[in-house]
């Protein structure tokens, strides 16, 4: 793929990001044979310009790590894309969906680590051993494309819909907790709209930041110390409405909150 390309993909997405509207999904017919790989190099070109613009690379954060969306998209493994400093929720605060297209939230389990760790052949065992400590986080999405319609190439090219990140502050060590089966609800107004486990992210939410970073080392990067990392959803996302409060609570990780005006 030519550099024109990349930069006119890269401005596509960039500008429904900053204007909030909908487009029509890259594969329809502005590139229809887009590859995972050159979906990656419009990702990066959208994450230097988001630096070059000021932004600051807060985390990464993992896509498509459920079996059931694996399934649906016909892919084994799952995409990363990055959270930045623009996209930050306080714990508590209100977020309006004005600032989105069409929100989701989603619960999932963080993790810091406490050093470094670069593919390939990183494991769950290397990740829970270089983990600092784990906690709890809503994701909002908000895909860029019409009706969350996508392939999987369209949906890296679009940092994996990732808009927004609540970082709860209840922290605990991975040996605190047998992370596969950290049960969580998802409740929007005190009704519960969603469950799941840990085990839903590819069976431990460890396995995830292993994936990760061996993903990364393909392209000579790591995952690195002190970063949070978003490890992917553990329901079903939920649409975002004004006037919810939405709350995850976990067992044995506390609960994160916020507001939608
Ligand atoms: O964080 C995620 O799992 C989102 C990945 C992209 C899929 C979506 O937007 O539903
Ligand atoms: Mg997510």
Redesign the pocket.
Known sequence: MDKHTIDELATYVLQAEREKREIVKITDTLYPNLTIDEAYLVQEELVTRKLAEGLQIVGP?M???SEAKMKQMNVTDP?YGYVFNNMIVEEGAAVSVEDYIHPKV?PEIGFVLARDLEGPGVTALDVLRATDYVFPAL?I?D?RYEN?NFTLPD?IADN??AAGAVFGTYLRRPDELELDVVGVTLSINGEIQALGAGAAVLGNPANSVARLANMLSKKGEKVKAGQPILT??LTA?VRLEPGDYVQAKYGGLGEVSFFVK
């Open positions: 954060k896509g498509i790590t995409i989603e994701e999405i895909s969350f949906v994996t819909s992917g959803g996302a």
